[in-house]
Each structure stands twice: as structure tokens, then as C-alpha cells.
């Protein structure tokens, strides 16, 4: 069964697509298959700590805390349902989802996010956080299977926020028992997580294809039967593919835009989908910039709005700090 022919344009992050993909309306029927053309995809690790690309990595597993489609912690899409701080910013209690299974019929508890934690801050994790990780996670307690208290060594503003599936994949649980039983080769050979589609198999190099549950706890039954990852570098390539129905969804660089709508192809962005932070690294020692109310001025000078415009080709929501 085909699928309407979509593409998606470079300013859409990986949040939107999996939007796109994840929470569509449950139907009874599955299409048979999505397929998906990008560079670099394919040749991926399924294990979160090795690994920096979250597009397909969200179906396979849930995020520790989720977020609404606007950026906002939310204990409805994420395995975290409650969680609380001490005064001092130093102790975290959470309680867990209870009744989340792995792919293989296991209950996800405590255990297995202590475990995924301390995977994270091993010495080979590539995973963004995973320094900040090792700096602020002294020790972890279980309580109870659905109750870990986290110990830190030092208050961390961001400790959160980095363990939501818009900021990296250290918040992507994996099974303790199943990992250790198996090891970390056969791991990557067979991987399973509790999220809305599980593995199906992998080309290195050229695809990876998972495989709809049939029901998830948060999306139900999943859109897709099977969602296809495929490794694709050349644009060229990508729109060929679009154009002849070999592929529903792809990557295109905004050159391209124009080229896709004169086709009848659809381009999607997401408004506000992303944030760039920019730090203007200054010489300070040069007795102007040392002078608060100069920085002040110099702020108020430069034209943000039309600088953002000429980059994005439209406006966009800023806010720019002197200090």
C-alpha cells in the first residue's frame, strides 16, 4: 500500500518527525510500510549511549521524561510520572510508569533505569550529556521496583532537562537483565526498549527497519506496520527517490524547496522546532567591552531581526542577553 509521497525540509528537527511518525491516529490497519531517505542513517548503533541520532531511536524506546509537542516536561508521554527535588537541589525522587514492558514481556522498574544511567557514564558513552552525567549522579537508590532516589554531588540546573527525548538519547532506557544476559555484540544484533515499534533488522550502511508493536502504553496501535531508515547521501538521489514513489519522506537542503512543490510533492516545516544558541565570545580585556553599559549599546545596535531573517528567510522569536 502506498503512502502519500511527503518530504521534509532541513529546517524540521528530529522532534517533528517523530511526531509525524509516533502520533498519528491509531488505525485499525497499519499501512505497510514508511519509508524514510536521509545521510548517515543506517550505519546506526541501537544502543543510546553510542549513539547521537534520536530519529529512530524514539520509536524504539521511551524517553525517561517525555515532552508535550511545544518543549514541555510532561509526565504523560514519559516513563518518569512524578518527580520531586530536595531544597537543596541535591536529592531527586521518581517514580516510575508501572506496567511498561520491554519488547521481550518484561516489566521495566527501577532497576533498569539505574542501569542506564551508570551506562551512560561510562567512559566510552558518545552521548551528549554524558559528562555532565558522570559530574552530577553521586549514587542511586531503589526504593521500591517503580521508585529511584538520585544522589548528587552537586545541584545541576540542566539534569533534567537532559534526560527528555528533545535533548539527547541518555534518556533512553534499556533492560538490565536482557543487556547483561546477552552482552553488548549480541545487543546490537537483537536490541529491545519499550517503545511503539521494535526491531526488525538493519543493513549497515544502508537501512535500518523497525517493526509496529501492537499497542503502545502512550501511542497506541502505531500508524506504520514497519518504519524504514534508509542510508541515502546524495540529495540528488533523495528527490529521485521521492519523485518515483521509492521513498515517503526525506531531507532536503531549502535550495531544493521550489524544485519539490513544482514536482506536487509536499514540504513540511515545523515553526519554532528548534533553538540556536549563539555566544558572542568577546576581548574582554579591551577596556570598551569591560564597560557594561557599552555591551548594552552595542546590543540595542545590531539589527538581530534582520540578521535572523537573511539566515532563515523569516522571522523568528529571539532574545539576546548582555552580561
Known sequence: MKTRKITIWVAVTVLALFLFIADLPAVAAPVEELKLVQALWGSGVPIPRLETTLDWLKLLYDPLFGTTPDGKLSPEHGLVVNWERSPDALTWT???????????????????????????????????????????????????????????KKPSAFFINSLTDMASTDCFIM?????????????????????????????????????????HWRDGVPRFKYVTFMNVPEESTRLAMLKTGQADIARISRDKRKEMLDAGLNVISKKDAGGIVFHCTMIWATPAFSDIRFRKALNLAIDKEAIIKAIFERSIPIRMTSI
Open 175 to 215: 533492560p538490565k537483565e536482557y543487556y547483561e544476559r546477552v552482552g553488548k555484540d549480541q545487543f546490537m544484533k537483537r536490541p529491545i526498549g519499550t517503545g511503539s515499534y521494535k526491531w526488525h533488522s538493519q543493513v549497515v550502511g544502508s537501512y535500518i527497519r523497525l517493526e509496529a508493536t501492537e499497542k
Open 94 to 152: 521518581w517514580k516510575l510508569r508501572q506496567g511498561v514492558k520491554f519488547h521481550d514481556g518484561v516489566e521495566l522498574t527501577a532497576k533498569d533505569v539505574k542501569f542506564t544511567l551508570e551506562q551512560v557514564a561510562l567512559p566510552d558513552s558518545t552521548s551528549e550529556y554524558s559528562d555532565d552525567i558522570r559530574k552530577t549522579i553521586g549514587r542511586m537508590e531503589i526504593k521500591d521496583p517503580y521508585t529511584l532516589v538520585i544522589h548528587c
